[in-house]
């Protein structure tokens, strides 16, 4: 493998600094010094509204956060609840995007032995990977479903040594080699700068969405909402009476998933999608 160069970090360099040496290295390699970040979000209560009639279920923000954030396979930190319910020719369809609530009263938290889970600048419940034991406390206590843990390594596709077509086709491992590639592929290092470790979906811990907390302290809108083609998705925060969610919260009434259990989600839905048509007419008399 070649030398870094410029910007990029090879394979070699980013196992010695991340693996073997700690995130600090991985930063060190990539920005040319230690990772450095001023929060902006201080004091802030940051919440999302989603408003489920400008939806139209493209799933663009799924797509998104898994580009963004590097989320494993088969693992969804955006997702969705869906059904369809009646029957033709009239069957109706129910959409609703779903994402860690970022609990006010978070029971993820409460459960955490070591404090890996916690609320951190912005009101947002955050992970500390150095921390996770990988205990899994906080998936059993969490009523929405969002935590997830980590069962296997990202990128081991990269390391195969087994072609896809026998006799046929280079392996992966040596598609790399001949390509002189010197990053992982969708290592994404911005997320360092918040929070050390979560570069990289690392195995043997849990992991969640977090509000692109890597974006907010440079003033950026969580990557879901700066993809979502339809505006459905607007960010803000609570403690600012002229905030666009409190201006859309008064105007509309809100609700929020599992409100009964008391843990005060930070994500509103205003609202209802509705896919439903039906023919053009004038009526009668």
């Not at 860690?100 to 978070?106: G, I, L, M, P, Q």
């Not at 955050?126 to 935590?147: A, D, E, L, Q």
Request: net charge positive; aromatic share 8%.
């Amino acid at each position: 493998m070649s030398k870094s160069n410029g910007n990029e970090i090879s394979r070699r360099d980013f196992l010695k600094g991340g693996v073997l040496g700690g995130t600090a290295g991985i930063m060190s390699a990539v920005t040319g010094g230690p990772a450095k970040a001023q929060s902006s979000i201080s004091g802030k209560k940051l919440a999302m509204v989603i408003d489920l009639r400008r939806c139209v279920g493209c799933g663009a923000c799924m797509i998104a956060c898994k580009n963004e954030n590097n989320v494993q396979e088969n693992v969804a930190w955006a997702s969705r609840i869906s059904r369809t319910v009646g029957r033709f020719p009239y069957p109706k369809y129910e959409y609703m995007p779903t994402l860690c609530n970022h609990c006010e009263k978070a029971p993820c938290v409460k459960g955490c032995p070591t404090g890996a889970m916690h609320k951190a600048d912005g009101d947002i419940t955050m992970h500390s990977p150095g921390k996770c034991i990988g205990c899994r406390y906080c998936i059993t206590n969490c009523p929405y479903g969002v935590i997830h843990f980590n069962e296997e390594g990202k990128h081991r596709f990269w390391s195969n040594d087994k072609p896809l077509i026998e006799n046929g086709t280079a392996s992966a491992r040596e598609v790399t080699q001949k390509a002189r590639g010197r990053v992982l592929p969708y290592y994404n290092p911005a997320r360092e700068l918040s929070n050390p470790g979560t570069g990289i979906r690392r195995k043997g811990i849990v992991e969640k969405c977090t509000f692109c907390d890597h974006r907010l302290i440079k003033g950026e809108l969580p990557y879901c909402v700066e993809a979502c083609p339809t505006d459905a998705r607007i960010f803000g925060d609570l403690n600012d009476p002229n905030s666009e969610v409190n201006q859309i919260l008064s105007k509309f009434n809100s609700r929020r998933l599992k409100e009964d259990l008391g843990t005060e989600p930070k994500v509103f839905y205003v609202r209802e999608f509705n896919q439903g048509s039906y023919e053009k007419t004038k009526g009668m008399v």
